[in-house]
C-alpha cells in the first residue's frame, strides 16, 4: 500500500547517474557477498562450549513463589579475603514449579535484602537432579519473558504508526542486522577468523540491507551509503591501530577469561576492534543519512546555490549533528558500564589509574575513536552529497538528465521500492 505526501523539492530524474551508482553499489554488494562466503566458519570451528546447563542432571524450570520467610545467616559484610558483602538476612523460599512440584532454596542478602522477592514472583530455579540423589533448587533469574515481549509489542506499533512503511522497513532492518550477527559475524569471530575483516564486511553488508529498507532506492540514500562505508573503513583502521597501540587484550573481566578458555582460537584484542566498528554503526548510520538528507534539502530551499554553498549549508547542520552525536556516543557507553564506574567511584581510586585500566579503557578508546569517525564522516558524506546532489538551476544538465524544477512542487510518493536504476533523487 503506497501513501502520497506533499514534499517541498522534486528531484530530477537522472538516469544516467543511477545507472552508474547502481553499478558501483551493484560492485560493492558482490564483493560483501564474497567476502562473507569467504569468511563464513565451517560448523566445526564453531566452538561448542559445555555451558552450566549442559550436564543432564541440570535443568531450568519455571515457578511461582508462594512464601518468603527471612531468617540470620550471619553475614556480616565481610567476606573472605575482606571482600564486601551484602549485610542483612538471608530467606528461606518456597515455590511452585510448572510441574506443581514444592521448590525449597534459600536467598543469599545480596538478592533478598538487594532486590528483594516477594509471594506471586515468577522466576526461574535450576533443578539439581543427580541420578540416585535428592532433587534440590537454585535461584538463577526472573522471568520477564512476557514483559520484554509488551515492551516490544509497544516498540513496533509505535514506530510502524509514526514511522508507516519507514517505520515497517526500519523493524524489518532490525531483524536482518540481527541475523547478520548471529548467523555470521559471531560465529565467525569465535571460530577464530580475521575480526576485524568480518566486522568489516559484516557492517558493510548489514548497511547495505538496512540502508535502502529503511530509506528506499535512490541517489540520495546511496550517497549516506558512501559515506557510512567511508566511516566503517576509517573506524577499522584507526580501532585497530589503537587496540595495539594501548594494548588492549580484551581480557578485562571474569567473563572475558571464560570466553578465551571456551574459544582458545579467537583474538579478543582483535575483538576489541572490531566492536568498535560494530557499535557506532547505528550512530553513524544516523548522521550519514540526515547529512544527505540535508543536501537535498538545501538544494530544495537554494536551487541557484553552487557547490561550495551548498556544502557550507550542510554542513552548518552537520556541526550541530556532531556534537549531539558525540554526547549520544559517550552517554551509550557510561551506561553500559555504569556498574563497573560506581563499583570504582566506592572504591575511591584516582581517575587517571581507572581509566588506564584494561576495562574501562577500552570503553575510552572504543569512545574515542567512534567519535572520530563520526566526525570525519559528517564532512565526507556531505561533500558526497553535493557532488550527486541534483544541479543547480541553470546550470547544463548532462544528457539524459532532466532539468532542476523550481521548488515548492508536490509528488506523490509511494511507499513501495523501485529496482537499483531507480531516478528519482
Known amino acids: 500500500m503506497a501513501h ?18 547502481a553499478i558501483v553499489v551493484g560492485v560493492i554488494a558482490v564483493a560483501a557477498i564474497a567476502g562473507m562466503v569467504a569468511l563464513w566458519p565451517n560448523s566445526g570451528d564453531v566452538p561448542q562450549g559445555g555451558g552450566p546447563f549442559s550436564d543432564e542432571s541440570v535443568t531450568l524450570v519455571d515457578a511461582t513463589v508462594e512464601s518468603v520467610e527471612p531468617f540470620d545467616c550471619g553475614s556480616t559484610g ?55 540423589q535428592q532433587v534440590s533448587y537454585e535461584f538463577h533469574d526472573y522471568q520477564r519473558g512476557s514483559q520484554l515481549l509488551v515492551m516490544a509489542i509497544v516498540f513496533g506499533v509505535l514506530v510502524a504508526l509514526i514511522g508507516r512503511w ?12 540481527l541475523l547478520a550477527l548471529v548467523r555470521f559475524v559471531l560465529p565467525a569471530l569465535l571460530a577464530g ?8 564486511v559484516g557492517s558493510t553488508a ?41 594494548h588492549l587484550t580484551g581480557v578485562g573481566s571474569e567473563d572475558d577469561h571464560l570466553l578465551v578458555a571456551s574459544a582458545p582460537e579467537m583474538s579478543l584484542s582483535g575483538v576489541v576492534a572490531a566492536t568498535m566498528v560494530i557499535a557506532g554503526l547505528g550512530v553513524l548510520n544516523d548522521v550519514t543519512v540526515t547529512q544527505a538528507s540535508a543536501v537535498w534539502e538545501m538544494r530544495g530551499l537554494q536551487p541557484t546555490a553552487g557547490p561550495g554553498q551548498l556544502f557550507r549549508s550542510a554542513m552548518r547542520i552537520g556541526r550541530d549533528h556532531i556534537a549531539s552525536s558525540v554526547y549520544t556516543l559517550v552517554f551509550a557507553y557510561a551506561g553500559s558500564a555504569m556498574t563497573v564506574l560506581l563499583l570504582i567511584t566506592t572504591y575511591q581510586q584516582e581517575l587517571l589509574q581507572v581509566a588506564t585500566t584494561e576495562q574501562i579503557g577500552q570503553e575510552i578508546v572504543r569512545t574515542l575513536v567512534g567519535a572520530v569517525g563520526l566526525v570525519l564522516a559528517v564532512p565526507v558524506t556531505t561533500a558526497i552529497a553535493v557532488a550527486l546532489a541534483p544541479p543547480a538551476a541553470g546550470e547544463h544538465a548532462n544528457e539524459g538528465d532532466l532539468a532542476l524544477p523550481t521548488p515548492g512542487g508536490e509528488h506523490a510518493e509511494s511507499g513501495a521500492h523501485t529496482a537499483p536504476g531507480d531516478v528519482r533523487g
Open 4 to 21: 502520497s505526501h506533499a514534499h517541498t523539492f522534486e528531484a530530477p530524474a537522472r538516469p544516467r547517474l543511477a545507472k552508474a551508482l
Open 166 to 177: 519507514r517505520g515497517l522497513f526500519a523493524i524489518l532492518g532490525i531483524g536482518v542486522t
Open 78 to 132: 565481610i567476606g573472605p579475603d575482606n571482600t564486601p558483602m551484602v549485610e542483612g538476612d538471608c530467606a528461606q523460599v518456597t515455590a511452585a514449579t510448572e510441574d506443581d512440584e514444592s521448590a525449597e532454596f534459600t536467598l543469599d542478602p545480596t538478592r533478598y535484602v538487594g532486590a528483594g522477592m516477594e509471594p506471586g514472583d515468577e522466576i526461574v530455579l535450576i533443578e539439581i537432579a543427580p541420578p540416585g
Open 206 to 246: 548489514i548497511m547495505l540491507v538496512v540502508l535502502y529498507l529503511a530509506h528506499g532506492i535512490s541517489i540520495r540514500t546511496t550517497a549516506a551509503l558512501f559515506g557510512t562505508l567511508f566511516g566503517i573503513a576509517f573506524t577499522a583502521l584507526a580501532g585497530a591501530f589503537a587496540t595495539g597501540w594501548a
Open 193 to 200: 577468523g580475521p575480526a576485524l575483516a568480518i566486522a568489516i
